[in-house]
């Protein structure tokens, strides 16, 4: 059976975006199964003592703009730090994901046009024409996909995935888990590597 890896994020992350694309890579190249699980980061700071970014201490805020500008040139990427629409009400866009994975269809292509859409191209996430247009782009049926992205179920599987994240110990995107263990970060990423690549026994804190 493939490992499966829990990847915790939101659209309106600019770490899930930069991370996006690596981490695909390394799933597939060790045959993983991804369980796309968005989450509402409001809530997932709230919960576990973080703060958003406009109440960070302006040190903390000048740092993560230096740390964009070095992983924008280590991931080959070129996207504005600064973008038009962000922040965005993200709650649509993020369920709209789960719709995409709740309907038997692969997020990732639709995940590549609108990490792209927001940071490479400034739009707006937060309008639902947007969000169709995008997944028309990726192939996707928008109405059908819209329609369940506005439903109950949706929304019940977005408040789940806030829960589980919690409950394992994530507090923040990207964040994958492997066997219940946290990698946080797409600065993590070669570290997960490393642990699909040996097959080893989770880490625990509790050691």
């Known amino acids: 059976m493939p490992r499966v890896i829990d990847y915790y994020f939101s659209l309106v992350s600019p770490w899930a975006y930069i991370g996006h694309a690596s981490f695909m890579d390394i799933a597939r190249r060790h045959g993983a199964e991804v369980n796309y699980k968005p989450v509402f980061l409001g809530r997932v700071f709230s919960e576990t003592g973080g703060l958003p970014l406009a109440q960070r201490h302006p040190v903390r805020q000048r740092y993560r703009m230096v740390e964009l500008q070095r992983w924008r040139e280590k991931r080959g990427l070129s996207f504005n730090l600064q973008p038009k629409y962000w922040p965005f009400d993200v709650n649509l866009a993020d369920r709209f994901v789960i719709s995409v994975a709740a309907s038997g269809k692969d997020p990732d ?46 929304e019940a599987i977005y408040a789940l995935n806030l829960e589980n994240a919690i409950a394992g110990g994530v507090f923040g995107s990207p964040a994958y888990v492997l066997d219940g263990e946290v990698f946080w970060g797409q600065d993590r990423l070669e570290l997960l590597d490393d642990a699909l690549t040996a097959g080893r026994k989770p880490y625990r804190p509790d050691v």
């Open 109 to 154: 292509p639709f995940l590549r046009r609108a990490y792209a859409a927001v940071w490479e191209e400034e739009r707006d996430l937060g309008n639902p024409v947007v969000l169709t247009e995008l997944a028309e782009q990726a192939g996707l049926d928008s109405t059908s996909l819209m329609d369940i992205a506005v439903g109950s179920t949706t």
